[in-house]
């Protein structure tokens, strides 16, 4: 008998899912049944959080939907704050779990892993919940959950699998030889021509780039320099244009440098951002402002109109639509890498303070010490310093939970599931010792699954940024000092590399030891390096 839990590994395989991220459970287990014998690889996690942002980190840097197997119950309570940071990234993610049996499930009665309603508490982090009440059911709900990913705006999906049905017989149904994967929706050629016809006209373009667009880098590129447009690119939009170019602007839109360039544009093209407070208004002090004429393109027609409302609003894939307006649009000088420049320099010199500048610096040597490298961060304050300016090396290279949903202990386990993912590209972990600490056990799944992750965990014993906000606020700093363990003796425990620096040149020697190693490193460092980076920029 063929199971419908070995049914759905055949299905995930046709959709070409190569990696599930799960911790195996009594109501699980059939699951695993047909994974064992599949070409699916397996990683365990120490917490089905650590899932969620696994598979998160896995799907930022392939574009593909990360893949969740979830127990019942107290594993999709746990894995709900991965999905809701997904979900305000829009991050595609499939969550895969069981359910009680017909008859138990939200009975009352007390069976294991009981929930009153489990869909009803996930659908609040997924584009859609749905419980599969028939083996006939799992191909086209899975067929959904790829159009989601594929053409609509990407967000988490949960499908739940009741135990019975996850047990019951489907050998009965075929595993397609191929599947229907669907394309993103076509920009609208009235809109386009009319965006063009904009941007023609223009005499001081900007173009404003989100996560939407990162796999359209080469396009945007492009058309930047076809139309002379700066291209202010938010966090999870930093790298489509590279350190260097002179249309790149990396200072954050909620700095003064980065909206008088707004602001003097008369037409601003926004491309896939949905234009979100923690980017453009992350003081919330209400001055981020677009005088000029607006024309957004985005996935979602809600979003679209959300927020900041544009003349022209252009439904329809990033890509398709940068590729239709370089045909369309002149070739023209506007000042462009003058205006950039300005923005960039009055950024450093105005914006940036002497500790974010400093921690930028750390960031670059990171950077340049390792090419190519992709960097995680938690929500700490090197990455605090780096979302407000630093040069990313390219697309999806660099991102953190630090914007949007904005959870802590994500770095290590998204920095794993990155690293699964790109096996062959150094990847770095940017957390602080209050933070790594919600999911510190995920050392252990780096080093079973033999991946040489590089940790760069900065100890100021505390919550310094918390800590620095009660200060300013006149509240007497109460929880912030913490206990902080030895992080050395903890990763020599796990098994990984450990090496504790006290400076610039030994953290660069450091990070050289750590992506020569095929082992899993853990650097820690304290205030001595960020005050040697502060003197190196003063």
């Known amino acids: 008998m063929i199971s419908t839990g070995m049914y759905l590994t055949k299905l995930l395989e046709a959709y070409g899912v190569d990696t599930v991220f799960g911790i195996p459970g009594v109501h699980t287990v059939e699951l695993y049944r047909g994974l064992a014998g599949s070409s699916i690889t397996h990683v365990t996690p120490r917490h089905e959080q650590g899932a969620g942002f ?23 309570t746990n894995i709900v704050t991965a999905m809701g940071q997904a979900y305000g990234d829009s991050i595609p993610m499939l969550v895969i779990s069981t359910v009680n049996s017909h008859g138990r499930m939200g009975s009352g009665e007390g069976w294991l892993h009981e929930l009153p309603n489990q869909q009803a508490l996930v659908s609040q982090v997924a584009a859609f919940s749905h419980t599969v009440n028939r083996p006939e059911e799992l191909a086209p709900v899975l067929a959904r959950a790829f159009a989601v990913f594929d053409s609509a705006r990407p967000r988490p999906v949960h499908i739940e699998l009741p135990i019975n049905v996850m047990l ?22 009235q809109e386009i021509n009319w965006a063009a016809e904009l941007l023609n006209e223009a005499k001081s373009p900007v ?38 170019h002179p249309l790149a602007v990396s200072i954050s839109p909620s700095f003064p440098a980065s909206r008088a360039l707004i602001a003097a544009s008369d037409v601003v093209l926004a491309l896939g951002t949905e234009f979100g407070p923690t980017d453009y208004d992350m003081y919330e002090d209400g001055f981020f402002e677009i005088p000029g004429r ?45 205006r950039a420049e300005k923005a960039r320099v009055d950024g450093n010199a105005k914006d940036l303070t002497e ?26 304050q090197l990455v605090y310093a ?30 794993i599931g990155a690293k699964v ?73 796990y098994g990984w590399n450990t090496d504790l620096v006290g ?36």
Request: aromatic content about 6%; overall charge negative; charged content about 20%.
């Open 355 to 380: 500790q974010m500048r400093g921690d930028l610096h750390i960031l670059d040597l990171v950077r340049d010490t390792l090419p190519g490298v992709i960097l995680v961060g938690d929500s700490t």
């Open 54 to 76: 696994m598979a998160d980190g896995y799907a930022r840097v392939t574009g593909r939907p990360g893949v969740c197997f979830i127990i019942t119950g107290p594993g999709m």
């Open 294 to 338: 607006l024309i957004r393109v985005d996935l979602d027609p809600v979003q679209l109109l959300r927020g900041t409302a544009p003349e022209i609003g252009i439904v329809g894939d990033v890509l398709s639509a940068v590729i239709d307006l370089v045909e369309l649009v002149e070739e023209k000088k506007r000042d462009g890498a003058a």
């Open 386 to 415: 780096g979302n407000l300016g630093y040069d990313s090396a390219g697309p999806a290279t660099y991102f953190n939970s630090a914007t949007g949903y904005g959870t802590l202990g994500y770095g290590l386990p998204a920095g």
């Open 207 to 244: 173009i404003l780039v989100g996560g939407g667009a990162k796999w359209s880098a080469q396009e945007i590129t492009e058309l930047a320099e076809r139309i002379d447009a700066p291209v202010v690119m938010t966090t999870n939009g930093r790298g489509i244009l590279p350190p260097g």
């Open 168 to 189: 019951a017989d489907a050998g009965h149904l075929k595993v397609p030889e191929s599947v229907t994967r669907l394309a993103p929706p076509e920009p609208g050629y």
């Open 421 to 493: 993912a790109m096996p062959d590209t150094p990847v770095v972990v940017l957390a602080g010792d209050g933070g790594v600490q919600f999911s510190i056990a995920e050392l252990a799944s780096a080093k079973e699954a033999k991946l040489p992750v590089i940790l760069l965990l900065f100890d100021n014993k505390g919550y310094g940024e918390i800590k620095s906000y009660m200060v300013s606020q006149n509240i007497p700093p109460l929880g912030v000092d913490l206990y902080t363990p030895d992080f050395i003796g903890i990763g020599k425990a």
């Open 503 to 538: 400076d610039l040149d030994g953290l660069k020697a450091a990070l050289l030891a750590a992506a020569a190693s095929s082992e899993p490193s853990m650097i820690v460092f304290g205030d001595s390096v960020r005050d040697e980076a502060v003197k190196v920029v003063g």
